[in-house]
Nanobody, 122 residues
Framework: QLAESGGGLVQTGGSLRISCAAS????????MAWFRQATRKEREFVAA????????VYGNSVKGRFTITRDNAANTVYLQMNNLGPEDTAIYYC?????????????????WGQGTQVTVSS
């Protein structure tokens, strides 16, 4: 079970950190990812962090602005978002893939959270 938190309203250029807490999972065995879905758009890959070596992968639209990290002791993955713009407004979903390689494909992830809304005002 995955539970996101930390979403909210932020101004353009601002920063926000969202979190995803995992329960009932062997967290360290899961590659964790963030996806987002804006209104009337497809769900888009944002970032992933691999279970084995903490290698990270980012979507092109967030490279250099967003950072994904994980704390295995706390069963939590984070997404630090800097220099936010209105195009980042979306529901952000946490996802887990057991022993995953860090895929950008949503179908590779077997567990999903309910999402947290991030709204960036212009």
């Amino acid at each position: 079970q995955l539970a996101e938190s930390g979403g909210g309203l932020v101004q353009t250029g601002g920063s926000l950190r969202i979190s995803c807490a995992a329960s009932t999972l062997r967290f360290s065995a899961y590659t964790m990812a963030w996806f987002r879905q804006a209104t009337r758009k497809e769900r888009e890959f944002v970032a992933a962090i691999r279970h084995s070596d903490n290698n990270t992968v980012y979507g092109n639209s967030v490279k250099g602005r967003f950072t994904i990290t994980r704390d295995n002791a706390a069963n939590t993955v984070y997404l630090q978002m800097n220099n936010l713009g209105p195009e980042d407004t979306a529901i952000y979903y946490c996802a887990a893939d057991e022993y995953g390689l860090g895929s950008v494909l949503r179908q590779m992830y077997e567990s999903w959270g309910q999402g947290t809304q991030v709204t960036v005002s212009s």
